[in-house]
């Protein structure tokens, strides 16, 4: 059995009130870029791995896309995405991402958004993905910075008055399991290298189009007191991939 | 004018008794995975910037290239290089890697060893490197690893009895110049994070090819001391590119 975190009552109680969870695709800080690493997407059949409460799927919807197939573990997520879309052209289906099983060129996009740091074999997955694209199709996705899932802690190191003296890495190169806490709860993550993420896509045969590790600006960072540190060490990894013609 | 601390006599009386000024190539530990990204050089034309003691332009000649220049901009280096091989096949040219000016299709291979680092304007360079390629030539080159420049202190965190605890990363999303200290002299290095390698290649139209982020084996480690934490934190960032046919 996968992680299946978000069917534990007690945890998906704290996640539903995080600011995503309540103000979804405006409460997440890379939303804005994210959006700008999609392809035009009128006329797209589209995937989405790890679609939560199907935010994504929405606006994959309501920006033109003519079938959008949301993938989750969680029951508890996929009920609130049900809940949220009476949308017949989107269809929510209860499976780990590792299993996905699709015809060749079924979709034309794929995204995922912080869900692949849960999963163990990234390459093969994005072989998985690579297969279900129509040439020409895009894979778009955030996870964790691996700078962010090298120590389970994912925590700042502190200084004598608490005060957040620097990032700290270590054990980069150990990819595998790491057992976090958030939200107070055990979450198992998955560590890989930036090198193994790049090169799972490429192997897969994807062309990379675009990397971005975003950070707030000056002035969002003035106005968001709890993103101030931001630009300190990168928080997320989102890579765009474009399967050849 | 560009920084040439290598024509500094004090600088360059320590660098050249560092085991890669010493050793070359085998006093490299990232030299086998270097060496792994190459192309097949027999008939290539080859440039090497930043080509310091000229190891690798030696090389590169004995693999088959029939033609290398060699940039540097510190007469010292290249008057070690020029010393060390008198093969007429081998231009020392010195020059700022900057304002290399060639042909447009002049080489089927670039390359580029820990230099890169030094430059402030790396999507300036990742163009003229384009340029001067054939189409489906290489480009293969490492830098110190964005994780390493971005604090301008690059040591380890150490604990109370001076053990590292871990490597600490600040200022990460803040590019631009660092005041470090190597081989107790002062030296100035460009940190630019890692989506601004791989967008400055892409732009100029290269497609990624592999990325390797080196590490040696605990085999190694075991055997050399002072490369026991290299698994720790990623010394090194290598990137191998292709020019599109």
Same mark, same amino acid.
């Given at each position: 059995m996968k992680q299946n975190k978000y069917d534990d009552a007690a945890f998906f109680a704290k996640y539903e009130k995080i600011p995503r969870s309540v103000y979804g695709l405006?409460?997440?800080?890379?939303?804005p870029v994210f959006r700008s690493l999609l392809p035009d997407l009128r006329g797209k059949r589209a995937l989405d791995l790890g679609c939560g409460y199907g935010w994504h799927?929405?606006?994959? #919807?309501?920006? *033109?896309?003519? #079938?959008?197939? *949301?993938?989750d573990l969680s029951e508890k997520m996929l009920a609130e995405a049900r809940a949220r879309s009476a949308d017949c052209s989107i269809e929510y289906r209860r499976c780990p991402m590792e299993d996905i099983a699709f015809a060749e060129g079924e979709f034309d996009l794929a995204i995922s958004s912080l869900a692949l740091h849960y999963i163990?074999?990234?390459p093969a997955l994005c072989r998985k993905v690579y297969r279900s694209l129509s040439p020409g199709g895009s894979f778009v996705f955030?996870?964790?910075?691996?700078?962010?899932?090298?120590?389970a802690a994912q925590e700042w190191h502190l200084?004598?008055?608490g005060e957040r003296l620097h990032w700290p890495v270590d054990d980069y190169q150990d990819e595998g399991r790491r057992h976090t806490r958030w939200l107070g709860e055990d979450v198992l993550k998955y560590h890989r290298t930036i090198a193994t993420y790049i090169n799972g896509l490429i192997e897969a045969g994807f062309r990379i189009s675009k990397v971005i590790e975003p950070s707030p600006s000056a002035e969002t960072r003035a106005q968001h007191p709890d993103l101030k540190d931001e630009h300190r060490r990168p928080a997320f990894l989102l890579i765009a991939n474009s399967k050849p013609e």
């Open positions: 405006d409460g997440a800080a890379e939303w799927c929405r606006y994959l #919807r309501e920006q *033109g896309a003519v #079938r959008v197939v *949301g993938i163990e074999d990234f955030s996870v964790e910075h691996p700078m962010l899932t090298a120590l200084g004598p008055a």
